[in-house]
């Protein structure tokens, strides 16, 4: 079994940065950043394996990065250059068999999932 604790969620204005942290507990290889704004689907922000290889939806390129303390066993979502579309309940995700590639930003990846933690930006 694995548990997720997601932390660092809070308002932040526009341009603005937040980290969140997710403090996991148990082996885990895949971990993963979903996000969920009302009213719309769930997506997938960043992902990264403890092989090294990482993952990013384009929506988010360039301003968020994703990183993974193994010591900690604690994943981080550094989170920059914040808008308006980036509000959402972000959910720490993991897995613990490694995924293409192709499919790390992908839910169905993910049997492991975090309570969530909100994050609002405004304008």
């Known amino acids: 079994q694995v548990q997720l604790v997601e932390s660092g969620g809070g308002s932040v204005q526009a341009g603005g940065s937040l980290r969140l942290s997710c403090a996991a507990s148990?082996?885990?290889?895949?971990l993963g950043w979903f996000r969920q704004a009302p009213g719309k689907e769930r997506e997938g922000v960043a992902a990264?394996?403890?092989?090294?290889?990482?993952a990013y939806a384009d929506s988010v390129k360039g301003r968020f990065t994703i990183s993974l303390d193994s010591a900690k066993n604690t994943l981080y979502l550094q989170m920059n250059s914040l808008n308006a579309e980036d509000t959402a309940m972000y959910y720490c995700a993991a897995a613990q068999l490694p995924a293409r590639w192709s499919l790390l930003l992908q839910a169905q990846v993910y049997k492991y999932w975090g309570q969530g933690t909100q994050v609002t930006v405004s304008s």
């Open positions: 148990g082996y885990t290889y895949t």
């Open positions: 990264i394996t403890t092989g090294g290889g990482s």
